[in-house]
């Protein structure tokens, strides 16, 4: 550090609880964004800027990871780190254990391509899928494609009536009432970053 240049301010990691009808946006003109809701607001004021890591819909609600920290972000989406998001999920009926097998095996869905637009199909990797009641489930994903687990139900023929993230990496709701958010320590910062290490040494795919 040169004599007299100023030390980079530390990178911020936030953890938030999102509701339902909250979008997962930093768009200064969208009054459903990030930046709108009061428990995140001080996080976009004298210019600082966070921006979430991944997506969770609208209609959807749980945890969300906002930071300033590209790199970590990248790392922690990156699909070979197996950074695991947990869910739990209601559907409208009863769902068997053939269902579960079925999901947790990888289903065909179609994703729209964000830079191109184009419509692929491929199958989900294969996940852990849990019953937690006749017609509740908690899915753990280590991949993120637009509305996946929506996708992959409707695919085997279940309507999603809530979706919840309750975990991202080693980090859950707890504490956290609806829209409230908090930020990390220095601990638990140093433990997701260690989280995305992997790609740091991990070179080109094969």
């Known amino acids: 550090l040169e004599q007299g240049a100023a030390a980079a301010p530390p990178r911020r990691y936030i953890l938030y609880r999102k509701p339902v009808g909250v979008a997962c946006t930093t768009d200064a003109h969208d009054?459903?964004?990030?930046?709108?809701?009061?428990a995140l607001k001080r996080?976009?004021?004298?210019?600082r800027r966070v921006f979430p890591v991944g997506r969770l819909d609208a209609d959807s609600e749980g945890l969300v990871l906002l930071t300033d920290d590209g790199a970590t972000s990248d790392a922690l989406l990156q699909p070979r780190n197996k950074v695991k998001k947990t869910y739990v999920v209601d559907v409208e009926r009863n769902i068997d254990d053939a269902d579960v097998e079925r999901l947790a095996a990888?289903?065909?869905?179609e994703t729209a391509q964000q830079r191109t637009g184009k419509t692929t199909a491929a199958a989900?990797?294969?996940c852990e899928v849990e019953k937690?009641?006749?017609?509740t489930l908690r899915v753990v994903l280590t991949e993120g494609r637009n509305r996946q687990i929506r996708r992959?139900?409707?695919a085997i023929g279940h309507d999603v009536v809530r979706l919840e993230r309750v975990g991202f990496g080693g980090f859950d709701l707890d504490g956290?009432?609806?829209g409230a958010a908090r930020d990390l320590d220095a601990t638990e910062a140093a433990a997701l970053r260690a989280s995305a290490a992997p790609?740091?040494?991990a070179g080109p795919p094969s």
């Open 152 to 154: 992959a139900l409707a």
């Open 199 to 201: 790609t740091a040494n």
């Open 132 to 135: 937690g009641g006749d017609a």
């Open 124 to 126: 989900t990797r294969p």
């Open 31 to 38: 009054k459903r964004s990030l930046r709108h809701q009061p």
């Open 176 to 178: 956290l009432g609806p």
């Open 43 to 47: 996080y976009f004021s004298g210019g």
């Open 106 to 109: 990888g289903v065909v869905i």
